[in-house]
């Protein structure tokens, strides 16, 4: 069964890397009157690295420093460090940590120095942390539909990970925990599917992947790129395309996915059972691709080594 998502404290390490160098972890603060805190103007990106035979990796890091920096681009926040300088700073943090497997955290953010709603005056500041942090989604999630519709790509760019925008998230997340659920599914302005609070979603239906496309106001996942490719492997079709509330309903398998969930099988929505194998596990599809996902990660397949930055070496 899914947990209730009661967010777990954070477990520190001993550095975070912070404009330009490591701190202990207590130590790396911010200023009360940073943009970002009254504003929203941030962006940040959520990594893994897993341990594997040998050594730890950071899964497809290169992919996750390109979209924080489009994500950059589009909020109008200039990145003070290169990806490749970006790069290094992250493997250097994971190994001054020690960590065999971690979340990584990367924030950029619009800091202090200046006050009120344009304030571009304010110099970036950004910082990469990597903390201990299991899957945030046991398996077996309750899903509800949000009352909440998603952010619309008209009114913020829905294509960045900002964490302005993410105030629409903990508003259905803290919904769907209140009524008892594990995770919340968000309708888009027009009454399609986009997504979870902070995963993609994938619905099998007839042996068919489905997904929504960027435009319902899905991020345009990592996570969600890797199952399609892993979905490919196996022989099995996936479509990004509209879906409607009765699609949820009407599917043989729902699985979320992201950096933070991995891929986590779906047991209910809105109260509607979901069979998986004797009623209660994970569908056919659902497990492959959850194999095949642990199988990447951890570096046993072959095919996806590209996706492995290792920590050191």
């Not at 990145?79 to 300088?85: A, G």
């Not at 319902?216 to 509209?242: M, P």
Request: net charge negative; charged share 20%.
């Amino acid at each position: 069964m899914g947990h209730l998502g009661k967010e777990r404290p954070v477990e520190e390490a001993k550095f975070i890397w912070m404009d330009g160098g490591l701190v202990p972890w207590g130590e790396a603060r911010v200023h009360v009157l940073s943009h970002a805190l009254h504003y929203g103007t941030a962006v940040f990106e959520g990594t893994r690295a897993f341990e594997t035979p040998d050594g730890p990796v950071v899964f497809r890091l290169d992919d996750h420093l390109g979209r924080l920096r489009r994500s950059a681009r589009m909020i109008g926040l200039k990145l003070p460090y290169t990806e490749e300088e970006l790069r290094a700073a992250t493997l250097e943090t994971v190994a001054a940590n020690g960590q065999a497997s971690c979340y990584i955290r990367h924030l950029a953010h619009r800091g202090y120095g200046e006050m009120g709603i344009s304030a571009r005056g304010c110099p970036t500041a950004l910082s990469i942390a990597s903390w201990s942090w299991g899957p945030l989604l046991g398996a077996g999630v309750r899903l509800m539909t949000s009352s909440w519709r998603r952010n619309d790509h008209t009114v913020v760019p829905t294509a960045a990970k900002a964490t302005g925008p993410y105030l629409n998230s903990v508003l259905a997340k803290h919904e769907a925990l209140d009524a008892g659920y594990d995770e919340a599914v968000l309708l888009n302005a027009a009454g399609h599917v986009s997504e979870c609070t902070g995963a993609n979603i994938f619905v099998v239906r007839d042996g068919l992947l489905l997904t929504p496309p960027s435009n319902a106001g899905a991020l345009d996942g990592i996570t969600q790129d890797t199952v399609e490719r892993l979905a490919a492997d196996l022989g099995l079709r996936t479509l990004r395309q509209e879906l409607l509330r009765s699609d949820l309903y009407a599917a043989d398998e729902i699985f979320l996915c992201g950096t933070g969930a991995g891929v986590v099988h779906v047991s209910s929505i809105d109260r509607r059972e979901l069979s998986g194998e004797g009623g209660e596990g994970p569908g056919p599809v659902t497990a492959r691709l959850a194999d095949a996902y642990d199988a990447a990660v951890h570096g046993r397949d072959e095919r996806h080594r590209d996706w492995l930055t290792p920590v050191s070496g």
